[in-house]
Structures are given as C-alpha cells and as structure tokens.
C-alpha cells in the first residue's frame, strides 16, 4: 500500500539538510506554505537557498525563515513590497544573496526542471541586464536568452486538499507556482487543508498527480485566512492589509 | 503646458481601443483602472499572471478571499467562465503570444518602442522585476500608460532609455497624459493630441522628431 501521508508538519520536514535548495510556493500569501516553514523553522535547517516568487511578506512564512538567518541566498522576481522589510533589512545588510529571475522565467526554469530539460531559449529579458552574461541565439529572426533549470533539494508546495498517494488539488489564484515546484525537487512536500480518502478526488481535476508528490501533511482549515492575516496585499481600497491576525476583522474570508 | 487628461479619462481612452474577444493583462498599478472603463455589454477577458483568466472586480470588504487575487495582491473574484491555471501556464500565455494586450505602466519609452520600467538603477534600491519582462516582450500588443512628463518635468518618451530596460522594440503604443503615440518602423508618429497640445509642442517637449499622423484611422498605423 502506498500511504504518502505523515501525521505532522515536523515529520513532514524531516531531513532539510543545511544547505538545501527548497523552493518554496506561494505569490504573496495566496499559496505560501506558512505550515511547512514554521516546521522548517522549528527543524533547524540552515544556509538554505529559496527559490520562490516572493521574499516573504510581514514577519510570518517566508519573512519569519529569513529573520531567523537559515536563508543564504535568494532567488525569486519580486523580493521588494510594501510588507518585505524583514528581507529589505538583510539584504541591505549584505547577510543574503539575490538572484533576481523575471517571473515567467523563474517558472519555466523550475517546469523545465521537472520536465528533464537541460536548458531553454527565452525571449523574456533579452537586451536587459538581467540576461547579462547568459548565451544568446536568434532563432528565426528572433532574440532568445539561454535559461538553464532550477533543481531543487526539496519543495514545499501548498493545495486544498490531497489522498494517500499524493493527488492534489489546489484552490483558486493559491495554485500558482504549486504544480510547477512538485515536479522539480528531489522530496515534494505538500501541506493540504484537509486528506481525502482515495477515490474522492475527482481524476479530471487533479493538477498534481501524485507522482510528483513524497509526502502529504494534513494542516486543517488554515487559520491565519480565518484570522484575516492577508499580509501582502491590499484591501479593496489599495490600503495594506492588517499584518497581524490581532489587527484583522474576524472571518473575513470564505 | 497644454492640455493633460486625467488619469480616469486617459484609462478610458485606452478602453475604449480594446475590441472585443480581447484576452488582456492590465499588470499592476494605473493601468488597472482601464477595467473600470471597459464596457459591461463586451466580453473582454482579463488575465492576472498569477493565475486566472476571467478576473472580475475587487469583491465587497465582508468578501475577501485571501487566496484570489491579482497580480498586486489585491483581492479580486472570478467571473463565470474564469479558469485557474498554474504559473508555467500563465507565462507560456504571454510568452507564447496567446494575449492579445497588455497596458504597463514606465519610467522611460524610447523612440524606438524600447521600454524600462522595473528599475531606476539607483545605487541601494532592492531590484524587483516580477513579470514585468514577459509581459512587455509577450502580448501582441503592448500599450503603456504613462504621464508624458516626469514630477520635475522631464520627458518619460526618450531617444534612449537611461534606466534598466525591460524589453527591447517591445512598445506598440504609448498613452500619456497629452497625446496618443505609435511606435512606427519610422519612429513615433503622433496619433492623437489631447485639447491644445500640439505636434510641434510634443516634439519640443521631448526633443524628439514626430510623425504627425493625427487625423489617420488607428488601424492605418498601429
């Protein structure tokens, strides 16, 4: 029988070397893998490099690895927001590394990964400084930029819901890099909401299919959506939203 | 100073040059006010690169979803017929020239439709470049919106761009505050002004030689 799931976030994460690469879901907070990083945090894994879209936002997830100094470098297209100041803070202190990707290229580099493909030509950056140094090639009239893949150690990806071989599916804009980073790590770990039994999901509507998947980590209803914790983003009239969940109005959410 | 249309109105205006059937990316920042103005009997799609075609308006406060949002993380819904689709998916859409329009904002345009917009270059300044480089290099057509003048007034339509560029020949059409600009194999051509600003004020403002084909039908040089 196969049976990917583990009863909690700390086995979930489990053996994270130092030194890992782990790439890391989520746009903002829509998908981050709040649950897993805490356990990352807890677990102690240090020097890590992060890929992901972002660089964390307010002082959870992402923001709370990189305060505790585990993060050696950094490769994602939008570290700067309004609500980055943990990783603004290291940066300028010189104590992370940068590796800024356009995010279509971030991507394709982490798909191209999963897929066994060496390296790709890319339109996107072609004659800016962030294709400086990289091969180019006109391909029938048409500039490209030589992008080669990210692998990764580990992958920590977050879905609505998942069974006992690792079928996933995802909610809403909170799928973003999810799919793309299962397939492209060594160990994929996934937090879902709720497990299903086999059979239930629907097989038309799986957007991981569970080969990609190692280990499956139930999280429940996540809280901090309950709690209004909408950090990285703003409210309908442009203003930041509440950064603590103790700021936030209650059920403001489903 | 002549004649600036607001940023509303100039919003408007772009709507008012995206047909129908449209697939459309309006990034982040002014350029999504031009869905305010598209109209409400046309089936224009919208797409949010992070993974959504068929966004529809910021939900009322009691209605937030923190996981459906646009592309600055605002909290949007989804219209009837919206389709989720993963990060690969949504850049392979513009990469792969599947969207039929995208408005951006710029710091700078260059006579030859080059565009920077990510980044001032100044020393100290946390680089972010989100999708910002396949965008301009993905749509069919890339539209900015922009003022035609800096805050201290300095022309943002250049000869060439000083700050990082975000993609090479990549503009189509530049929408400022005074007057409607196509990027033309000969240069820009001047399509439309706004109340009293002129060709000739146009071109001493930004030092620019200018077409002058206000009073052409759009499609004649777009």
């Known amino acids: 029988m196969i049976d990917k799931t583990v009863p909690d976030t700390a086995r979930a994460v489990a053996g994270i070397a130092d030194g890992s690469t782990v790439l890391v879901g989520g746009f903002g907070r829509a998908g981050q893998p709040v649950e897993l990083i805490d356990a990352l945090i807890a677990q102690g894994a240090r020097d890590l490099t992060i890929v992901s879209n972002n660089a964390g936002n307010g002082d959870v997830g992402l923001a709370a690895l990189l305060a505790k100094g585990r993060v050696r470098k950094m490769i994602c297209s939008f570290p700067r927001q309004h609500d980055s100041w943990v990783f603004d803070r290291l940066y300028r202190a010189g104590e992370v590394e940068l590796e800024l990707v356009p995010q279509g290229n971030l991507a394709e580099r982490i798909r191209a990964a999963g897929a066994g493909i060496g390296a790709f030509y890319s339109p996107t950056g072609v004659g800016t400084q962030l294709a400086e140094g990289k091969e180019t090639r006109t391909i029938d009239g048409r500039d490209y930029v030589l992008e080669h893949p990210i692998r990764a150690d580990v992958a920590l990806v977050s879905a609505l819901a998942g069974d006992r071989w690792g079928n996933l599916v995802y909610r809403e804009t909170a799928r973003n890099f999810g799919p793309v980073m299962a397939t492209a790590a060594t160990t994929t770990v996934v937090q879902v909401d709720r497990i299903v039994p086999l059979g239930s999901l629907d097989p038309e509507a799986v957007a991981t299919p569970g080969i990609f998947v190692d280990r499956v980590v139930a999280v429940g209803e996540r809280r901090w959506l309950d709690a209004g914790a909408f950090v990285g983003g703003v409210d309908v009239d442009g203003n930041p939203l509440a950064a603590t969940a103790a700021d936030a109005p209650e059920g403001a959410h489903r | ?222």
């Open chain 2, 1 to 222: 100073m002549t004649t600036r249309i607001s940023r509303d109105a100039l919003a408007a205006r772009i709507a008012a040059d995206i047909p129908e059937g449209s697939y459309v990316n309006l990034g982040i920042g002014a350029p999504t006010l031009v869905a305010n103005f598209l109209p409400a009997d046309q089936e224009i799609i919208l797409h949010t690169e992070n993974g959504l075609l068929g966004m529809g308006p910021a939900p009322a406060a009691d209605a937030v979803d923190p996981d459906l949002i646009n592309a600055g993380k605002q909290a949007v819904t989804a219209l009837e017929g919206a389709a989720y689709f993963h990060h690969a998916d949504s850049f392979g859409m513009m990469r792969g020239g599947h969207l039929d329009v995208c408005v951006l904002g710029a710091f700078q345009v260059s006579q030859h439709g080059d565009l920077a917009n990510w980044s001032t270059g100044a020393p100290g300044a946390i680089p972010a470049v989100g999708g910002a480089m396949d965008l301009a290099i993905g749509a069919r057509s890339v539209y900015v919106m922009t003022d035609l003048l800096t805050r201290t007034g300095e022309p943002k339509i250049v000869a060439a761009c000083t700050y990082p560029l975000t993609g090479v020949r990549c503009v189509t059409r530049v929408y400022t505050d005074h007057a409607v600009l196509d990027v033309t194999p000969d240069g820009l051509a001047v399509r439309e002004t706004f109340g009293d600003t002129t060709v000739a004020w146009l071109a001493e403002v930004t030092g620019l030689t200018l077409l002058d084909a206000t009073g052409t039908d759009a499609s004649e040089v777009a």
